[in-house]
């Protein structure tokens, strides 16, 4: 529920470019030293996207950060055991090859829901097959809880 706000948070940069979210998953990966995790966005109208500024996909990782909790917050900024959160843009279409490959697992097509969180390895190489571009949030969230 902390990540649908978040996330649900960040997505309010993108109305003014006439773009919303149709699904999102996310990841922590930890390929890189410190480990940071990754939220997947498929968009509805997408085409518009390319004309999004990449500091506004910046801002919506930084927002993403901002509105997670006190833990995430230290580990981010005092400790510095998390690296910057980042948002990889994938093609339309990605969260539908997502639940084809469930479904060809045998997930059931009236129960499937999309995980908002992946780390079975062939889901995470599904989807990163598909990126179209990425962002890093540009700076550390502020370090005292957001409590609104």
Known sequence: MELQ???ENSVKH???FNTSLEEYTSYADASTIP???VVYWELINQEQATSIP?????DCCLTIEESLNSVY???RVREKSVGPLEIRIVEKGSFTKLMDFAISKGASISQYKTPKCVNFAPIVELLN???L???F???CPDWVPNYK
Not at 54 to 58: D, I, K, L, N
Request: aromatic letters at 12%; charged letters at 20%; proline letters at 12%.
């Open 137 to 139: 949030s540009p700076k």
């Open 54 to 58: 990449p500091s506004v996909f910046e």
């Open 73 to 75: 917050r230290r580990l």
């Open 14 to 16: 993108l109305i003014p």
């Open 35 to 37: 480990g940071h995790y």
């Open 133 to 135: 571009s990425n962002y």
């Open 129 to 131: 097959s598909r990126v």
């Open 5 to 7: 706000n978040a996330v």
